[in-house]
């Protein structure tokens, strides 16, 4: 009866499978297989406007107009595909804008025509004829204009 170590019989086999478990651990050990990557896309705003959110607005300002100017403006700028900015989007892209914000017309208020107070005070009265429009003054405050007044614009699109 033989006992101890014989290397080159039965333990060496044993020996084989250590030295194969220990190269596939080393192996598989280069990988973590728990860890996703995450793809983040480019967003996809054209030349002239930067990504906010989801959606893109013009970096600087698309022009100064007459607020029906700016909606016709904006609606034929990034190959058809924008619009006059609506008033959330052009406070959170407020910041994101070059230079200084100079204020914008709005596109989602409706225009009205402007009626002047009443004679007495406090009634309104027959409709002056002027149509207003909101206008965003700085990046947190709106003002009502005659919409015929040139001001700046920003033009917005969705990604």
Avoid at 69 to 93: I, K, P
Avoid at 107 to 116: H, I, K, L, V
Avoid at 131 to 136: G, K, M
Wanted: contains cysteine.
């Amino acid at each position: 009866m033989k006992f101890g170590l014989d290397l080159f019989g039965h333990n060496k086999i044993i020996f084989s499978l250590l030295i194969l478990g220990l190269g596939c651990a080393v192996f598989l050990g280069g990988f973590n297989f728990r860890k996703t990557n995450q793809v983040t896309a480019a967003a996809n705003c054209p030349d002239g406007f930067v990504a906010v959110g989801d959606f893109c607005i013009s970096r600087q300002s698309s022009g100064s107009g007459e607020w029906s100017e700016a909606v016709e403006q904006c609606s034929s700028e990034a190959g058809g595909n924008a619009r006059l900015c609506t008033a959330s989007e052009l406070r959170e892209g407020c910041g994101s804008v070059t230079g200084s914000f100079g204020g914008s017309w709005i596109d989602d208020f409706t225009q009205a025509p402007y009626e002047a107070p009443g004679e007495g005070g406090g009634d309104p009265g027959e409709p002056s004829g002027e149509t207003r429009a909101v206008f965003l003054v700085d990046c947190d405050r709106f003002e009502s204009f005659l919409a015929e007044e040139e001001r700046s614009f920003y033009c917005c699109r969705n990604l």
